[in-house]
């Protein structure tokens, strides 16, 4: 998240996301939490608000790339599997955001997270290949539809 506004802010922007499916058909997750809910960590999906002129796609391939270290071309990128508001409080903030959600084939990477921002360092600690299954009987996911959109997205590789 760039250059935050003062807290109790309303924070509006666009987001990517992106879901990295490899051939046993798990998908990339990153586990983090809420600032000021350090307790509860929760999986959700790579990606981010689109920088000043990028579009959905870009913005995409830029966030797989600096959050987990995964290098992809744009077209390789399935979907968009679609498009949904989310809103949530995050730290001092509301944030009211709209994701637009792509898939895409990726071999068996080691994930790095070696170009998170202090911010991201402060609420991410780890990244996770999960089946929609497993997540389902975690219990962990950020939101209850990510498991299904994971399904998904695994079928569009596939």
Do not use: K
Not at 97 to 126: G, K
Not at 130 to 157: F, K, S
């Amino acid at each position: 998240m760039p250059e935050l506004p003062p807290p109790g802010s309303i924070v509006e922007r666009v987001t990517a996301r992106v879901l990295p499916v490899n051939a046993a058909g798990q998908v990339l997750l990153l586990h983090g939490w809420e600032p000021s809910r350090p307790e509860r960590g929760s999986w959700f999906t790579i990606g981010g608000a689109l920088d000043d002129g990028e579009d959905c796609v870009a913005a995409a391939v830029r966030e797989l790339a600096e959050e987990v270290g995964v290098v992809v071309d744009a077209s390789s990128l399935e979907g968009p599997i679609g498009t949904w508001p989310n809103e949530f409080a995050w730290g001092d903030w509301q944030i009211r955001q709209l994701e637009t959600w792509y898939a895409v084939a990726v071999d068996d990477v080691d994930p790095t997270m070696d170009r998170l921002d202090d911010l991201e360092r402060e609420t991410i600690d780890c990244a996770g290949w999960w089946t929609p299954d497993a997540l389902d009987a975690d219990g962990t996911a950020v939101i209850p539809e990510l498991t299904q959109r994971m399904r998904t997205a695994i079928a569009l590789v596939s």
